[in-house]
């Protein structure tokens, strides 16, 4: 349980490496249950991805995780059911049970509760894997899934498209008898880096241009060896960084591709950018311009992991932003902690007007989940005097030696324990 001293006003330069993706790597953790060996580079090394090996470990897996690579051998699994509390160290855990119902046919699991980000139903991912064949029964907050016939192949239509629901039938689908779509999937990165696992395993996955992915159920996955893609909302963060400083920076090991929806909007707040193969260079002014509508929508749109981050910038920009959060319920926890910096922030359900300040000051602010803890650190690094950025442990579970990093950069940056340690 730590927490982070930030010294304000830090120019940063230089160059970071942009790690693995965490919402990529999950669900191929998850899929590596289907097949005897895998090997998966790029793993970042992060309390998720540690939440991740706990419980394959515990279904019966050997699990190592070196210099960024997961190895997962799946010849002990023994197991078919996951306990409450390896549910609850992860939201993201429900993307087992496909896996492990294809496995073993059958899964028992807690029910998932929900997040900071508000009530996380998982009726979409139930709805699909029924009709795949699985039999599901509510038992005193436990669900008990079936498949005693096997696993058959469908065509679902989702109301939404949910990048968890899809990617949990997709890796059941891998394995089940006949073919299975998915209309109105999600089309996240995350999802094609799944497919593209899933085809190195053996097996038959493809999306179309509309994002319909197709499934073609083959007997028994096999060993393979996968790189996963580079973190999008890192880099969004690290530019995020960048811009609020009036800094510049090189990233590398990052697909700009992924950013489609990000980059304009830097370039609407004065910044320059310039993609190359795996690689981004930002070039910000001294101040940022406002952004005159965020809305925060499936991919391609613009990505609802980075809207904290972004507001964090527009809070010290040269006038009015509004955001639209239209993915999750209550994702605005980190305006209240901004306020406290000086920034000036209205909320008003999934509306967010942000009046830009030519100052914010440092102050002791607490994470309130991941990406707003990530916001805080933005806003730390421009603000005035120091901040003290406490419940890190939101932060640690998708960004790698975050402090690490920016001290690179030449920001003054330190990680100290609740012993007082400084790490
Ligand atoms: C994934 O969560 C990401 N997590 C989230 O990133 C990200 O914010 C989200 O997708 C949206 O992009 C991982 O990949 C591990 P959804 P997921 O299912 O799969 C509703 C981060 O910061 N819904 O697309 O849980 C749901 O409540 C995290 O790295 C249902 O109603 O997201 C939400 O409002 C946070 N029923 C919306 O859909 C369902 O069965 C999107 O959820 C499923 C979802």
Redesign the pocket.
Known sequence: MGKYIVEGQARLQGELRVQGS??AA??ILAATLLTPHSVVHNCPNLSDIGAASNILEYLGCRCSLEEGTMTVDTAGCCRDDIPDNLMREM??SI?FLGAIIARCARARISMPGGCE??????????SGLKKLGVSIRDDYGYLDCRAEHGLHGAKISLP??????T?NIMIAASVARGDTEIHNA?R?P?IYDLAAFLCACGGKVQIDSSGTVYVSGVEQLQSCEHTVIPDR?VAATWLSCAAITGSRLHLYDVEPQHLTACIPMFEEAGCELRAGESTLDIVSPRRLLPLRMVRTM??PGF???AQAPFMAMCALSSGTSVFVEN???NRYKHAGELCRMGANIKVEGRVAVVQGVPLLHGAKVECTD??GGASLVVAALAAQGDSEISEIRHVER?YEDLEGNLRSLGAKIKKVEKSGDIC
Do not use: Q
């Open positions: 965490k919402n999950l669900p939201r993201s993307v980000l508000g009530p996380r139903p998982i009726d979409m991912h139930l939404f498209p949910s990048v968890g629901a990617e999600a996240e995350e909302i499936p991919y990505p609802t992991d993915i999750f319920e991941l990406r998708g």
